[in-house]
């Protein structure tokens, strides 16, 4: 048997990887470069990158330099190493963290899961004490991450890509093959090299902001990367902010039997999340799902002053902290949380500093964000960028596709099948990525999961589809795995146009949420229709039973509205629209409509024909009463399928077939 050629064994290693990530939760938090959880370090530097007592290097010329490790910077070393080029990857995650080991959002991940595994309060009602319990805790996340570590490695090593665990800084010069200049200062020592690559991609990914009134020191005062630095399990957690990692955080440390203070700037918890995109009845019902689990919410409010005992005294010392008016600066009075921890979590910024990009001749946005054109290029030639550090979307799936067209565009990974090929003319630039909701699916890992794509209904009124929007939900109480498990809790959300019925968005609240979205993403990225969702079979027990009731609900919405449209028609036809038909005009309507002659009797009880005119609401309830199918063009996507047949028939009951012949 012939030996694999190396670029189809490092296409194979790079398919693997992310598989393995996925199996571990990295893949799905391949959310952008973070710094990792603090633990001891599993890489060192390997024999051709560099030696402490001198350093060799194999080469100095690369056709990519890759700074920063995370899951961006990681996907463009090895699509380049499968396209058969050199690679080098420039990593500053400190010596004591694990590294290659994944974003901050894959420590939330591993302790969400943890803390469904493990239950704190009946821990602690057993005698068992808190340091016993988060020593457990930690042992649990930082598994995780250990193996997600081992798993990347794993991958460029076997890619032969070399790694340089250090600082870079772009020197604006070039070599005589006109590679750019990187100058790489080694963290365990003061030593540094430099390294020339004909592609330079940025992929340092953000950090969080830092909220200017709050004495952060790792100890007991954190933002959203630091948290995971935490050394004991704190009884009160005092959070601030009102986004996505606010709201995981806060349902985690609840799960973890924490008393948990959510202070939040704005007025509502739902302005805030409807903002990102979120379906407003999902925000309010996130809301009232965290108050039920003891979620103190205080609006309006933010950090005015913040005591924390001295650095390194007992945990039991709560803190003190003190809010005030946003805007105004008033102090709250009377108003002051005491707790044990505080965390913030009020947005992220680019990690651009150190890196000289704009000496170099990179220009950055007016955020600090690096600017890049479509094909992710920024204003120097060859150097490009991905991730968080361009600004939103922040999200791993869109730093990872960035990262696969940088790959296409350097290498020209164009042949369709390949792992990197995407269809042409696809830009992934933050405005390419944000001009479109269906671009891509958003999970977010509360307890239970929140995830979604497109359209709400209210964006969709604004973008100009006037009033033909419907939605439909269905609840998972009412499914029969939600019957086997005993859920009472969660919906999932379709919104679609109307009268065609394609579906626009889909929002879902509840359990497996983060992998039931793949499926709406699908159906809403193709323009499928509701009828075609009760076209599809489903293996039985699963919670895809969400999308066939929905659907089936848009469904009987679109019948009404059409059988409104056709009945107003004959409203219309006696010259007066006052909401009265005359019953001569509705059974000769209905009759050509195509709705037989039984079904017309029960629509006119014999009573009313002797009337002249009989309520126009009357009829449409009796009609849908009867589940009568309204006449309407076919769905094109069926009548594409049936290779141009005739549409349904009106008058039809709903799920009427014809009888079978007879011999």
Request: overall charge neutral; some cysteine.
């Amino acid at each position: 048997m012939m030996a694999p050629s190396r670029p189809l064994f490092i296409f194979l290693a790079l398919w693997a990887v992310t598989q393995c990530m996925a199996f571990t939760g990295a893949f799905h938090s391949l959310l952008p470069h973070r710094s990792m959880l603090a633990l001891s370090p599993l890489v060192r530097p390997r024999r051709h990158v560099a030696r402490l007592g001198g350093l060799s290097m194999l080469r100095n010329e690369y056709d990519l330099v890759v700074v920063g490790a995370g899951p961006t910077g990681l996907t463009a070393a090895l699509s380049a190493a499968s396209a058969g080029k050199t690679a080098v990857i420039i990593d500053a995650t400190p010596k004591k963290q694990v590294q290659f080991s994944g974003p901050t959002g894959l420590y939330s991940k591993a302790l969400r899961d943890t803390a469904k595994k493990i239950d704190v309060g009946v821990l602690r009602n057993m005698g068992v004490r808190d340091t016993a319990v988060w020593r457990q805790v930690q042992e649990m996340t930082s598994e995780v991450l250990k193996e997600s570590g081992l798993s990347n490695l794993a991958a460029i090593q076997a890619g032969n890509i070399p790694h340089l665990r250090g600082t870079a800084r772009l020197t604006g010069e070039k070599s005589e093959g006109g590679g750019h200049a990187v100058d790489v200062t080694f963290l365990e020592t003061d030593r540094s090299v430099q390294v020339y690559g004909q592609n330079v991609l940025i992929a340092t990914g953000s950090s969080p902001w830092r909220v200017d009134t709050v004495p952060y020191d790792d100890e007991r005062v954190f933002d959203s990367d630091t948290i995971k630095t935490l050394g004991f399990l704190p009884k009160t957690v005092a959070i601030v902010g009102a986004g996505i990692i606010a709201i995981e955080y806060a349902k985690i440390f609840s799960r973890l039997d924490c008393k948990v203070t959510l202070i939040v700037r704005g007025k509502s918890l739902a302005t805030a999340l409807t903002r990102i995109g979120i379906d407003p009845d999902i925000a309010l019902e996130l809301q009232r799902d965290l108050c039920l689990n003891k979620v103190r919410i205080i609006f309006d409010a933010e950090i005015d002053e913040v005591q924390a005992p001295p650095k390194g005294s007992d945990t039991n010392r709560p803190l003190s902290i003190s809010l005030k008016q946003p805007g105004t600066g008033a102090k709250k009075p009377n108003l002051t949380v005491k707790s044990h921890v505080l965390m913030t979590a009020t947005g992220r910024q680019a990690n651009t500093r150190g890196l000289d990009l704009e000496a170099a001749g990179v220009e950055l946005d007016k955020g600090g964000n690096v600017a890049v054109d479509g094909l992710l290029q920024t204003t120097l030639p060859n150097i490009y960028a991905s991730g968080d550090v361009l600004g939103p979307p922040s999200l791993a799936s869109t730093g990872i596709e960035q990262a696969l067209a940088v790959s296409r565009t350097m290498f020209g990974m164009e042949t369709e099948g390949t792992f990197g090929w995407r269809e042409p003319d696809t830009n992934y630039d933050p405005r390419s990525l944000m001009s479109d909701p269906l671009k891509y699916p958003i999970g977010i890992w509360t307890l239970p999961e929140m995830a979604f794509i497109g359209s709400t209904k209210a964006s969709a009124l604004e973008n100009g589809l006037g009033e033909g929007v419907g939605e439909a939900v269905a609840y998972y109480s009412n499914t029969i795995r939600g019957k086997v498990q005993g859920i009472g809790f969660g919906f999932l959300k379709l919104v679609y146009t109307k009268p065609e019925g394609r579906i626009i968005g889909v929002h879902i609240l509840g359990e497996d949420a983060c992998e039931l979205i793949h499926y709406g993403t699908a159906l809403a990225q193709s323009g499928k229709t509701v009828q075609s969702v009760l076209g599809t079979m489903f293996a039985a027990v699963t919670f895809h039973e969400l999308f066939k009731s929905a659907a089936s609900k848009a469904v009987l919405d679109l019948d009404k509205a059409r059988w409104i449209k056709m009945i107003r028609t004959l409203d219309e036809a006696d010259g007066k629209a006052d909401g009265w038909i005359q019953v001569e005009s509705l059974q000769k309507g209905l009759a050509d409509f195509g709705v037989q002659s039984d079904d017309v009797s029960k629509i006119i009880l014999p009573a009313e024909k002797e009337q002249e005119e009989i309520k126009q609401s009357t009829v449409i309830s009796r009609v849908m009463k009867l589940g009568l199918k309204p006449r309407r063009e076919a769905d094109p996507q069926q009548r594409e399928g049936a290779g141009g047949s005739s549409a349904p028939q009106a008058g039809v009951r709903l799920g009427a077939s014809k009888a079978p012949a007879t011999k």
